[in-house]
């Protein structure tokens, strides 16, 4: 048994010709949010749907707390809860009544499993409204209280803040966040907005046309792409020794022909400055680097990574 | 299973298709109606049986109405979950996918069941309205047998129209597909190849009008491979199927 609640062995999905999902390895353990990161079209969603045993991998296995899906199905998915693509329900009912239906044929016994999922996603103020005159974003709610009534260890969540307000995604954001923390949920959520998923991930997969480039932790991430001041000095050697005595700063980097990064005293330029220049330092240029968090995955996949 | 077929009836809570279904299945006994009602002021003299009428009805039930009714409540009844997003909702629980196929299909023989009874009882109705005559206890009796018959060869006969539905998602191919089923019914339904057409031949066996040169036989394999063939076959597609 591996301490892996999901890993995905040389997952590989063909369409035809074309190659959807491409031998990714896929690694979650317990209490993480997993963020996989990709542009439309990378394979997202087809990933998403043969975890949740929908669409049959071309080749390759998954595993989900440590059995293989396909053996195990019965004793796997009344774990997991999930929404792939947009959450269907049907239309003639109430949100109430949907989630009965689900209740019913999970063998929920508990009376109140439904009211508590729509309290907690904020849909019960109107139990009389039916679904077909819910908005895309209360859907998506409606979703995520469905993937949650039966309080799965496994949340599987296919771009759900789709058709949210900014408010609305907010709350999605401290909902999982809450989820995470008070109940140890294991969540993978899917997204192309690299914000969203760097405020909520403690670990990120990007994949691109088909293939997992990355898997990196946001704390890694974090430092490979930490931002810093650039200063271009006249006297290296000096303006170093300035930084070590003067200012105690010891998170820096020197680089060739008197170019320095400071990763720590950002927005303290100003001050730095002026003690280089009354030191005869000559200052040519101050800049503060960019969010390279981006450009960082601009680089990876070649374009961005949002709307 | 019972969880399954409990929760096939709450989905059709509000749905106006039970009422249109109940609609659809007043057409026939309706016109009948009024053509033996038309009959009747025009030839004065001659009785109206009920006997007959509830025959005649039958055979717009089952040649006409029924064919096209009840394959378009077995295509609601399946379309609606891809058309609705339903599908991955449930199959994910997980809920085995032949115990949903077989809750769909008692769920749409009970509906085809009750809509047979409602064109038996609105015959009935209409003919005391009507003041028909001939009306017995064995006369309800033997009617109520053919239309029940009828009812449930057709039940039996939605299975390639399901096959339709499932392989192609979408209510027009399998409206098409009733469709031509009935113009061959209306086509063939004076010859005596009425025997060998599975959806012609429920109406034989309800109303025992078989002919001498094919044995009765022949109808029943007739039908019980159409449907046999459909359900199999479909089983094994949506079995299969991937749901994206
Ligand atoms: N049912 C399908 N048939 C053919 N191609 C598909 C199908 N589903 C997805 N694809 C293709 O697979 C690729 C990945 O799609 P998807 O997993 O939906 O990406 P994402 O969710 O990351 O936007 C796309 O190029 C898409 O066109
Ligand atoms: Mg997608």
Known sequence: MSNWVLETKALTRKYK???????????????????????????????????????????????????????????????????????????????????????????????????????????????????????????????????????????????????????????????????????????????????????????????????????????????????????????????????????????????????????????????LNKVFVENDIEVSKIMMSEDRLEDYFVKLIGGRVSD | MINLLYTEFLKLKRSQMLLISMLGAATAPFVCFIAYLNMKSKKTGVPVLFNEVFSETNLYVVLLTGVTLYGVIATYLFNREYTENTLKNLLTIPVSRISFFMSKLILLLIWILLLTVVAWGLTLIFGLIGQFEGLSLTVLIKAFKEYIVGGIFLFLLTAPTILVTLLFKNYVPSLVFTIAITMVNVLIGNSEYRVLYPWSAVLVIANKDFFPEYLPVYSYISIFTTSLLGFIVAIIHFKKEEIH
Do not use: W
Request: one cysteine or more; proline letters at 3%; aromatic letters at 6%.
């Open chain 1, 17 to 271: 010709e074309q190659t959807a999902v491409d031998a990714i390895n896929i690694h979650v353990s317990k209490g993480q949010i997993y963020g996989l990161l990709g542009r439309n079209g990378a394979g997202k969603t087809t990933t998403l749907r043969m975890i949740m045993g929908l669409v049959k991998p071309t080749t390759g296995e998954i595993e989900i707390f440590g059995q293989n899906i396909q053996e195990n199905a019965k004793q796997i998915y009344p774990r997991v809860g999930s929404i792939i693509e947009i959450p269907g329900f049907y239309e003639n009912l109430t949100a109430n009544e949907n989630l009965e239906i689900l209740a019913r044929l999970r063998g929920i016994h508990r009376r109140d499993a439904v009211p508590y999922a729509l309290s907690r996603v904020g849909l019960d103020d109107e139990p009389g409204k039916l679904v077909a005159q819910y908005s895309l974003g209360m859907k998506q709610r409606l979703g995520i209280a469905a993937a949650i009534m039966h309080e799965p260890e496994l949340l599987i969540l296919d771009e759900p803040t789709n058709g949210l307000d900014p408010i609305g995604i907010q709350e999605m954001r401290n909902f999982l966040l809450d989820l995470c923390e008070e109940k140890q949920v294991t969540i993978i959520i899917s997204s192309h907005i690299l914000s969203e998923i760097e405020q909520l991930a403690d670990i990120i997969g990007v994949i691109h046309e088909g293939k997992l480039l990355e898997e990196i932790t946001i704390g890694e991430l974090r430092k490979r792409n930490r931002r810093y001041l650039e200063f271009q000095v006249s006297n290296q050697n000096k303006a170093v020794l300035l930084l070590e005595e003067y200012f105690n700063i010891i998170d820096y980097e020197v680089h060739e022909k008197g170019n320095i990064r400071i990763y720590s005293h950002l927005g303290e330029e100003g001050q």
